[in-house]
């Protein structure tokens, strides 16, 4: 009984850890200035990367609200539609937007205009996976 309390402690230690982490970085987020590259997943985006941009706010898309809204400084050209403003969001947990470092994100592209702070899953296309690291 007394290593099933240890496990569950060390358990909810653990995420009470990756909570804090999550809302520190992603604080810091907002007014960062990255550079996106292309990582894995769809070869017909990775001419259009690198790029350039600054994370201008969060969004809530369904039930997750650390998706981020990056204002960039050249719009990417998918599909013949021009994206100066992308959706990305972290691809694993422990590594953050707003981390010191380069992570790994998705890249989502907007189906519909960003002027609200929520959003339905079917309201983005899920393009790419990239990296994303502070300018």
Known sequence: MTFIV?????????????????????????????VLKYADQNTTIENQLPRTGLIKRKIAIGKTENNFLIKLDQPINYDNNDFDEIIVKHRHV??????????????LLPKVELIKDTYQVDNFSHVAWLTLKPE
Do not use: D, F, M
Not at 16 to 33: F, M
Not at 95 to 107: A, C, D, Q
């Open 6 to 34: 240890t496990i569950l402690t060390l358990l909810a230690s653990w995420i009470v850890y990756l909570q804090l982490k999550s809302k520190i970085q992603n604080g810091r987020a907002i007014g960062q200035r990255v």
């Open 94 to 107: 422990g590594r953050y937007i707003g981390s010191k470092s380069e992570i790994n994100v998705h890249l």
